[in-house]
């Protein structure tokens, strides 16, 4: 009778538990808006901003790149304008960029295309105010993490490099 009874309340026990931290106000799903680690997202219209992490660049130069990747889901082409890094303006490759519909253009990684900041005083570890402005999809807000440029961001550094 004893081990009917231990086992019945294990059972219940263990089926009141099961739910415990789901929900829409679980921890697990508040964190979904919050920057958590390298590889931010956001959105800003129908462009997406993938995997945002600011590499800073080598030691004393004060400068750091945002290595990222803009997918365009629209069907018409949309435009980079600017960006700011920590409330400055960055620098852009060739001014502005331009994201035809349809395409994944990455930036820093396995690219010619860079967002460089020459006057970054952020510690690594620390997340940074990033604002992308697209011509018509508007701004993209972020948070990004600041990394050193060590192991999978060895290399990745702004170019052209700071003077």
Known sequence: MIRKSTAAIA???S???AGCFSGPNATTTMQAGQSTGNGVQAQAG?????????VTGPEGSKSATLMMRIVNQGTESDRLLAATIDGVRASITGETVDLPPGTS????YESDLWVNS???????SAFVDV????EKSGDAELQVLSVPPLSF???IAPNPPAA
């Open 153 to 155: 961001y060895e290399g």
């Open 131 to 134: 604002t992308l402005v697209f």
């Open 118 to 124: 020459y006057g970054f005083d952020a510690e690594p």
């Open 15 to 17: 089926l009141s538990l």
């Open 46 to 54: 129908l462009i997406r901003v993938e995997n945002a992490t600011l």
């Open 11 to 13: 059972l219940l026990a």
């Open 105 to 108: 253009i990455p930036f820093a």
